[in-house]
């Protein structure tokens, strides 16, 4: 056992899991000489779903937000999350964009990019692996966790040498859901740590209340990192508090050498942001709720969050039960992908249209076509063929990586708002996000004449208009 190092996810993850990733970066700045005298291994501050917030939301260029932080946390390693293929984004992009756009992060100050794919299909790693090592900066892919008949222990410690062949200075067991239980936690860390050379880091959440007995045992099998989120935004569905951990391994060989007295200056700080966001509206006290649906169901929380907002929209709540035993199903008929952006909103919008359609598989969502298509990859079980072949018809299934089927895109975007460009990043912003970050260009470009914030896109009320993926999911 080694000291213990740890990530804090104050700036991303717990106020993306609690608060629908709505803290400002003037909720951030004052916070910052502290957070960068503590002593973390990383502040995770971007990625995920604060790019998108960012621009449809807060009126914030994600952009200057990371100079801003880099410049006030000079001796910290910050930290993204990375969609592989997906970027950032709810589809996949071609290699020039994803080389740009590792480029681009790091260049304004991302150290260490943290690479996921929402079916651990490493061939929509590659790209991201290879240019966040061109361009210098510390690559982490991720495992994306789940329980299903094919993903097990051996699965996990296969694809983890993968990555490190690919070229991983660390490898993160990503436990999107919670679903990572103590005794698991401890075997799989500990072969890890017996199979494969570089560092292992773990984040999980605390949705089911097993998150910090999950942490104590993964320390106990020598796991080196840690996601933690500072207390006003720590546990329920963000990760396990960072004081109680820190405080929990105070003089063992793990003590993670942080000092309580800073971190508790930090926390005061977010106290008062947590009340504002609760104030209004964006932080709700159930999500500090141990909730074990995740256990039964696999349903990340944020995608819990989702189903609800669907069926309120179609005044059919009474149908929630129905949906949380219909995804399994889903799940299953479409090769127990993990569910994790964007497979959680896939999976969990068909659950909607089936329960609600009163049908099996009646209708699709064009996103659960493409999935059965292949053009997010190679599922990891064997799919419901029958399903399949309603969805897509007698269409050849994509057995290649789906981005070698895309043309370089980069100078294409760059044309577009050749017009409106301020920066070289706004053509990233707008590969990513085209309608809203065009938006956000009109506001930043003409400040008088546009002050309305823009309408979140969500899924329709109606069964037959199910085609959009609801963006803001806290379970990434």
């Given at each position: 056992?080694?000291?213990?190092?740890?990530?804090?996810?104050?700036l991303?993850?717990a106020h993306?899991?609690?608060?629908?990733?709505?803290?400002?970066v003037e909720?951030m700045l004052p916070?910052?000489?502290?957070?960068?005298?503590?002593?973390?291994?990383?502040?995770?501050?971007w990625?995920?779903?604060t790019?998108d917030?960012c621009?449809?939301?807060?009126n914030?260029?994600p952009w200057?937000?990371?100079r801003?932080?880099?410049?006030?946390?000079p001796?910290?390693?910050?930290?993204?999350l990375f969609r592989g293929q997906n970027?950032?984004g709810y589809?996949?992009?071609?290699d020039?964009?994803?080389?740009?756009?590792c480029?681009k992060?790091i260049?304004?100050?991302?150290?260490?990019?943290r690479i996921?794919?929402?079916l651990n299909?490493?061939?929509?790693l590659?790209a991201?692996?290879?240019?966040t090592?061109?361009?210098?900066?510390?690559?982490?892919?991720?495992?994306?966790?789940t329980?299903?008949?094919?993903h097990?222990?051996d699965?996990?410690v296969?694809?983890?040498?993968?990555?490190?062949q690919?070229g991983?200075?660390?490898?993160?067991i990503?436990d999107?859901?919670?679903?990572?239980?103590?005794y698991?936690?401890y075997s799989?860390?500990?072969?890890?740590?017996?199979?494969v050379n570089?560092?292992?880091h773990l984040?999980?959440?605390?949705?089911?209340?097993?998150?910090?007995?999950?942490?104590?045992?993964a320390?106990?099998?020598g796991?080196d990192?840690v996601?933690?989120?500072?207390?006003p935004?720590?546990?329920?569905t963000a990760?396990?508090a960072?004081?109680?951990?820190?405080?929990?391994?105070?003089?063992?060989?793990?003590?993670?050498?942080?000092d309580l007295?800073?971190?508790?200056?930090?926390a005061?700080?977010f106290?008062?942001?947590?009340?504002?966001?609760?104030?209004e509206g964006?932080?709700?006290?159930?999500?500090?709720?141990?909730d074990t649906?995740?256990?039964?169901?696999q349903?990340?929380g944020?995608?819990?969050?989702?189903?609800?907002?669907q069926l309120k929209?179609a005044?059919?709540?009474?149908?929630?039960?129905?949906?949380?035993?219909?995804?399994?199903r889903?799940?299953?008929?479409?090769g127990y992908p993990?569910?994790?952006?964007?497979t959680?909103?896939?999976v969990g919008?068909?659950?909607?249209?089936?329960?609600l359609s009163g049908?099996?598989y009646?209708?699709?969502?064009?996103?659960?076509?493409?999935?059965?298509?292949g053009e997010?990859?190679?599922l990891?079980?064997?799919?419901?063929?029958?399903v399949?072949k309603?969805?897509?018809?007698?269409?050849e299934?994509?057995?290649c990586?789906?981005?070698?089927?895309?043309?370089?895109?980069l100078?294409k975007y760059?044309?577009?708002i050749?017009?409106?460009?301020?920066q070289e990043?706004?053509?990233l912003s707008?590969?990513?996000?085209p309608?809203?970050?065009?938006?956000?260009?009109?506001?930043r470009n003409?400040?008088?004449?546009?002050t309305?914030?823009?309408?979140n896109?969500?899924v329709?009320?109606?069964?037959?208009a199910v085609?959009?993926?609801?963006?803001?999911?806290?379970?990434l």
């Amino acid at each position: 056992m080694a000291k213990l190092h740890i990530t804090d996810t104050i700036l991303r993850d717990a106020h993306q899991s609690q608060a629908a990733t709505r803290m400002r970066v003037e909720d951030m700045l004052p916070a910052c000489e502290i957070l960068d005298s503590i002593g973390y291994w990383s502040l995770e501050c971007w990625g995920g779903a604060t790019f998108d917030s960012c621009l449809r939301f807060l009126n914030e260029d994600p952009w200057d937000r990371l100079r801003k932080l880099k410049k006030a946390l000079p001796n910290t390693k910050l930290q993204m999350l990375f969609r592989g293929q997906n970027i950032l984004g709810y589809k996949h992009y071609a290699d020039d964009v994803v080389e740009q756009f590792c480029r681009k992060a790091i260049e304004n100050g991302i150290d260490v990019i943290r690479i996921f794919d929402a079916l651990n299909d490493v061939r929509n790693l590659e790209a991201a692996i290879k240019y966040t090592k061109k361009y210098g900066g510390l690559c982490e892919p991720a495992i994306s966790y789940t329980i299903s008949p094919v993903h097990n222990e051996d699965y996990f410690v296969k694809l983890a040498k993968e990555l490190v062949q690919m070229g991983a200075d660390t490898i993160c067991i990503k436990d999107m859901a919670n679903l990572l239980l103590p005794y698991d936690a401890y075997s799989l860390v500990k072969r890890l740590k017996s199979e494969v050379n570089v560092p292992i880091h773990l984040h999980t959440h605390n949705t089911t209340g097993t998150g910090d007995m999950t942490y104590l045992m993964a320390v106990q099998a020598g796991v080196d990192i840690v996601d933690c989120a500072l207390s006003p935004m720590g546990n329920g569905t963000a990760q396990p508090a960072t004081e109680s951990l820190v405080a929990t391994l105070k003089g063992t060989k793990a003590d993670t050498g942080l000092d309580l007295e800073k971190l508790s200056e930090a926390a005061k700080h977010f106290r008062g942001i947590a009340a504002k966001l609760t104030q209004e509206g964006f932080l709700d006290p159930k999500v500090l709720k141990v909730d074990t649906n995740t256990l039964v169901y696999q349903v990340p929380g944020g995608m819990l969050s989702n189903l609800i907002s669907q069926l309120k929209q179609a005044n059919a709540e009474d149908r929630y039960y129905d949906v949380l035993a219909e995804i399994p199903r889903v799940r299953k008929d479409f090769g127990y992908p993990p569910l994790v952006t964007p497979t959680s909103q896939i999976v969990g919008s068909q659950a909607v249209l089936n329960v609600l359609s009163g049908g099996d598989y009646k209708m699709f969502t064009k996103e659960s076509k493409a999935l059965l298509h292949g053009e997010y990859g190679r599922l990891p079980g064997p799919v419901n063929e029958e399903v399949r072949k309603r969805a897509i018809g007698d269409e050849e299934v994509i057995t290649c990586r789906p981005a070698d089927l895309l043309e370089p895109e980069l100078e294409k975007y760059r044309e577009e708002i050749k017009d409106v460009m301020r920066q070289e990043e706004d053509v990233l912003s707008y590969a990513l996000f085209p309608q809203v970050a065009t938006k956000f260009f009109e506001a930043r470009n003409n400040p008088q004449s546009s002050t309305a914030e823009p309408a979140n896109a969500t899924v329709s009320a109606d069964p037959n208009a199910v085609t959009e993926l609801y963006v803001e999911d806290p379970s990434l």
